[in-house]
Nanobody, 123 residues
Framework: QVQVVESGGGTAQPGDSLTLSCAASGRTANNNAMVWYRQAPGKEREFVAAINWVGIRAYYADSVKGRFTISRHNANNTMNLQMNALKPEDTAVYYC????????????????WGKGTLVTVSS
């Protein structure tokens, strides 16, 4: 059974930094893209960032570009999201996912999701 587990959420003040981590069980993440989405209260889940299997190509939502950095470590099936200059509008539950295929596609579904980790940005 595939397991995707996020960690690293918490409370931060505007301007602070947080790093989220995602761990995928077994070889699920091998050869597949990995993604971060988020869902704020009362809003739909939205794309945040994605990274291809090799870890060379990264994609970001305009709202986080320049502030967030996605990376992955295939040796241990993990992925990180470094979040800098946090804003109150970054408050959301952040979900890690695995999308089949070596590179991320906006149109393709995400096959496996974690349960999410809450990030709250407030002064």
């Amino acid at each position: 059974q595939v397991q995707v587990v996020e960690s690293g959420g918490g409370t931060a003040q505007p301007g602070d930094s947080l790093t989220l981590s995602c761990a995928a069980s077994g070889r699920t993440a091998n050869n597949n893209a990995m993604v971060w989405y988020r869902q704020a209260p009362g809003k739909e889940r939205e794309f945040v960032a994605a990274i291809n299997w090799v870890g060379i190509r990264a994609y970001y939502a305009d709202s986080v570009k320049g502030r967030f950095t996605i990376s992955r470590h295939n040796a241990n099936n993990t992925m990180n999201l470094q979040m800098n200059a946090l804003k109150p509008e970054d408050t959301a539950v952040y979900y890690c996912g695995i999308q089949y295929g070596g590179d991320w596609s906006r149109l393709a579904p995400v096959q496996h999701w974690g349960k999410g980790t809450l990030v709250t940005v407030s002064s």
